[in-house]
């Protein structure tokens, strides 16, 4: 192998084409090729006999397809009841409970925990800073004299 032999070129390399009149190459036997579109025109209105099958947009029902669908339910000796499972266990609906009334504190309760919730704020934010501040910018060893 020499570093002079040049790879095949890979279609993400190949340059943009511009031109409207493309040539498609052939693909190799065995090699999946998208089928040819097929472009179909209408004449904008219904297949013959569809409004007859389907009714109007108005409701009406179409004769032909009731009578098509319509269908006599089987007598009681045409159907077959296989046998129920037990259940483990015996299901009982009751009514839901009323819910609990509210219970709502006083004015003297809710200030009281505010401000028992902001001193909590305020003494974690200052223990974190003080952890800061002697992990990282206190040196004792300079503020101790040498002999």
């Known amino acids: 192998m020499s570093d002079e032999q040049k790879t095949a070129s890979s279609p993400d390399e190949a340059p943009p084409v511009t031109s409207e009149n493309v040539e498609v190459p052939a693909a190799a036997a065995g090699q999946?090729?998208?089928?040819?579109p097929v472009f179909r025109k209408s004449s904008g209105y219904l297949p013959r006999g569809f409004e007859k099958l389907y009714g109007q947009a108005?409701?009406?029902?179409?004769?032909?397809?009731?009578a098509a669908v319509t269908t006599e339910e089987p007598s009681a000796d045409e159907v077959e009841v296989l046998p129920q499972p037990d259940l483990a266990e015996e299901?009982?609906?009751?009514?839901?409970?009323?819910?609990?009334p509210?219970?709502?504190?006083?004015?003297?309760?809710?200030?009281?925990?505010?401000?028992?919730g902001l001193?909590?704020?305020a003494a974690i934010i200052v223990a974190f800073l003080a952890l800061i501040y002697f992990l990282f910018f206190s040196h004792p060893s300079e503020s101790q004299v040498l002999n």
């Open 119 to 121: 001193l909590a704020m």
């Open 102 to 116: 509210v219970k709502t504190r006083s004015t003297a309760m809710r200030i009281t925990l505010l401000v028992l």
């Open 32 to 36: 999946w090729v998208m089928p040819k």
């Open 58 to 66: 108005d409701g009406t029902a179409a004769t032909a397809v009731a």
């Open 91 to 100: 299901v009982v609906y009751a009514e839901p409970a009323p819910p609990a």
